[in-house]
C-alpha cells in the first residue's frame, strides 16, 4: 500500500492520469491526497472533477481558493455563470454538475491522519495556530459550507480582510479562516496575511516571512503537505512539503509519497502552454506600427 499526496491539478486532467501511471496507482491498495485547486485554467476541469470523483473511495481532498470559488460562482444566477471561463462553465452546466458540486462541497479544508503523521491543507496554516486548533477551525466552516448557510458563506467569503482573531464572529470569521487555509504565502510574525505577494522567498518586503518559517511560530506535532504555491516550486523544510511544482503553467506534477521515510517524489510534465506571441515593436516614430490588412 502507498499514500500519495499529489499537487494541484488546476484542470490538467491529460497530466493527472499520466502522473497515476507513473506511481501505479491501484485502489485497490493505494489512497491519493489531493491538495485542492482541482479545476480552473487547465482546460479541462470537467473532466479533473469527473476523474477524482470517481476516485472518491480512495481519496482525500481539500479545497483550494479555485474550487471554492467554483462553488461560489454555483450559487448565481445561469445568466452570471455564463460570465466566467469556458473552463469552469464547463462544470457548471454539465449534466452531472449537481452531484460533483455536492462532493466538492463536502470536502475538508484540512485534512488530519495522525496514525500517518501527517496534515494536508491547500495553502498553510496561521503561525499561531497548533495543528489541533488547524483543526478546530477547518471543521467550522465546513459544517457551514455543508448546512443550511452554505449560500451565506460562499457569497460572503471574498475579501482580504479582516486578520485573523480568535475573536471573530460570522462571516467575518469565515472569511478569515478561508484565507488562511487557501490563499496564504507570507504574512507578518502576528499572521497577517500579505496577498499581494506571490513571488519566490527572497522577493517579498521585509517583515514578511513565508507562512512556515514565521519565528516564533506555533509548535507542530504533524508534517504539513501543501500546494497553492507554484512559485515556491518544490520545497521541503519546516517540516512542510509544498507539491505545487505549476503544471497548469507549464512546470510537473508532483506526488509525494506520505507512507515512508524515504523521501519519494514522483513528476511527470505539466501541461503544454502555447507561447505568448512577441509583442509588437514601436515605430521609429514611437508608435505601433499599423496592422497589415489580411487579404479577402
Given at each position: 500500500?502507498?499514500?500519495?499526496?499529489?499537487?494541484?491539478?488546476?484542470?490538467?486532467?491529460?497530466?493527472?492520469?499520466?502522473?497515476?501511471?507513473?506511481?501505479?496507482?491501484?485502489?485497490?491498495?493505494?489512497?491519493?491526497?489531493?491538495?485542492?485547486?482541482?479545476?480552473?485554467?487547465?482546460?479541462?476541469?470537467?473532466?479533473?472533477?469527473?476523474?477524482?470523483?470517481?476516485?472518491?473511495?480512495?481519496?482525500?481532498?481539500?479545497?483550494g481558493n479555485h474550487d471554492l470559488s467554483l462553488l461560489a460562482v454555483a450559487e448565481r444566477t445561469p445568466d452570471e455563470q455564463r460570465r466566467v471561463n469556458p473552463d469552469l462553465q464547463s462544470v457548471l452546466f454539465a449534466p452531472d454538475a449537481p452531484d460533483l458540486l455536492a462532493w466538492l462541497r463536502a470536502r475538508e479544508l484540512c485534512h488530519v491522519d495522525r496514525n500517518?503523521?501527517?496534515?494536508?491543507?491547500?495553502?498553510?496554516?496561521?503561525?499561531?495556530?497548533?495543528?489541533?486548533?488547524?483543526?478546530?477551525?477547518?471543521?467550522?466552516?465546513?459544517?457551514?459550507?455543508?448546512?443550511?448557510?452554505?449560500?451565506?458563506?460562499?457569497?460572503?467569503?471574498?475579501?482580504?480582510?479582516?486578520?485573523?482573531?480568535?475573536?471573530?464572529?460570522?462571516?467575518?470569521?469565515?472569511?478569515?479562516?478561508?484565507?488562511?487555509?487557501?490563499?496564504?504565502?507570507?504574512?507578518?510574525?502576528?499572521?497577517?496575511?500579505?496577498?499581494?505577494?506571490?513571488?519566490?522567498?527572497?522577493?517579498?518586503?521585509?517583515g514578511l516571512y513565508p507562512w512556515y518559517s514565521v519565528p516564533g511560530h506555533a509548535p507542530r506535532d504533524l508534517k504539513i503537505v501543501c500546494g497553492h504555491w507554484s512559485t515556491l516550486g518544490l520545497f521541503i523544510g519546516h517540516g512542510v512539503h509544498a507539491i505545487d511544482t505549476g503544471a497548469v503553467w507549464g512546470g510537473r506534477l508532483t506526488a509525494l509519497q506520505l507512507d515512508t521515510d524515504e523521501l519519494r517524489v514522483v513528476q511527470v510534465p505539466g501541461r503544454e502552454v502555447p507561447a505568448r506571441p512577441p509583442k509588437p515593436r514601436p515605430s521609429s516614430s514611437g508608435r505601433h506600427p499599423t496592422a497589415t490588412a489580411l487579404p479577402r
Open positions: 500500500m502507498a499514500v500519495w499526496a499529489i499537487g494541484d491539478l488546476q484542470g490538467c486532467h491529460d497530466v493527472t492520469q499520466r502522473l497515476l501511471e507513473k506511481i501505479r496507482f491501484d485502489p485497490a491498495q493505494d489512497r491519493l491526497w489531493f491538495c485542492g485547486d482541482l479545476v480552473n485554467r487547465g482546460g479541462q476541469s470537467l473532466d479533473t472533477l469527473r476523474l477524482v470523483y470517481s476516485l472518491r473511495d480512495y481519496s482525500e481532498v481539500v479545497l500517518l503523521g501527517w496534515m494536508m491543507v491547500h495553502a498553510g496554516i496561521s503561525p499561531r495556530w497548533t495543528t489541533q486548533l488547524a483543526e478546530k477551525h477547518a471543521r467550522e466552516v465546513e459544517a457551514r459550507l455543508r448546512g443550511e448557510h452554505a449560500r451565506k458563506l460562499l457569497r460572503n467569503m471574498y475579501g482580504d480582510g479582516p486578520d485573523w482573531s480568535p475573536h471573530l464572529k460570522g462571516v467575518e470569521r469565515d472569511r478569515a479562516i478561508i484565507n488562511v487555509f487557501t490563499r496564504m504565502r507570507y504574512c507578518s510574525p502576528r499572521g497577517r496575511i500579505a496577498f499581494d505577494q506571490k513571488g519566490p522567498p527572497g522577493s517579498q518586503p521585509p
